[in-house]
């Protein structure tokens, strides 16, 4: 099955770390820019970072640009989000995402494979 | 705050139709055709139901189509079913490494 599978989630202080990690099965993720999207509890979606299939580019998001580094294995067909500094207000479910397209700037154009999400809350 | 607006609500009866707009400014549309729209139930991921503004992946059921005019997309339901009853959001290529997404819109069937 084609399938994408976050976790990593959880409780943290303002100004602490967390680590999520995506893995993907029934496809090699390996050929396509991948993505975590997030969307804070009632909100809408919001793109928050991309990686090139041979990891020579990363996008992020101004808000967490400095803060959060995407990854990738290509051994364990996985994805990573590294995640320091973290503010109340990147509490969010983190979807995990693939691009099948993008432009020649990198960005993403759409998003034709999700995971299920990890909820991430930076309580005070 | 999104930066492509949607209205929060819109609603049918069955077999009838529901078209939900999203609304941007030059720089989100602009020369762009790459406006898509995302389905997603309570608690559930997004799904991708129209890509490149009226171009639908495998699977998904003709009754949905999307359109574009100068800075405004829409997604029109035909055909309404029970099962559409979700929350829609748009999103766009807004230039540079930008893409926006919409406020979202709730579809009732009533």
């Known amino acids: 099955e084609v399938q994408l599978v976050e976790s990593g989630g959880g409780l943290v202080q303002p100004g602490g770390s967390l680590r999520l990690s995506c893995a993907a099965s029934?496809?090699?993720?390996?050929?396509?820019?991948m993505s975590w999207v997030r969307q804070a509890p009632g909100k809408g979606l919001e793109w928050v970072t991309s990686?090139?299939?041979?990891?020579?580019?990363?996008y992020y998001v101004d808000s967490v640009e400095g803060r959060f580094t995407i990854s990738r294995d290509y051994a364990e067909n996985s994805l990573y989000l590294q995640m320091d500094s973290l503010r109340v207000d990147d509490t969010a479910v983190y979807y995990c995402?693939?691009?099948?397209?993008?432009?020649?700037?990198?960005?993403?154009?759409?998003?034709?494979?999700w995971g299920r999400g990890t909820l991430v809350t930076v309580f005070s | 705050q999104s930066a492509l607006t949607q209205p929060p609500s819109a609603s049918g009866s069955p077999g009838q139709s529901v078209t939900i707009s999203c609304t941007g400014t030059s720089i989100d549309f602009g020369g762009y055709n790459y406006v898509s729209w995302y389905q997603q139930y309570p608690g559930k991921a997004p799904k991708l139901i129209i890509y490149e503004v009226n171009k639908r992946p495998s699977g998904v059921p003709d009754r949905f189509s999307g359109s574009k005019s100068g800075n405004t997309a829409s997604l029109t339901v035909s055909g309404l079913q029970a099962e559409d009853e979700a929350d829609y959001y748009c999103?766009?290529?807004?230039?540079?490494?930008?893409?926006?997404f919409g406020s979202g819109t709730k579809v009732t069937v009533l």
């Open positions: 995402a693939r691009v099948p397209s993008v432009t020649a700037t990198g960005a993403s154009l759409y998003f034709d494979l």
């Open positions: 999103s766009s290529f807004a230039g540079g490494i930008n893409l926006h």
């Open positions: 029934g496809f090699d993720s390996n050929v396509y820019w």
């Open positions: 990686i090139k299939h041979d990891r020579s580019a990363r």
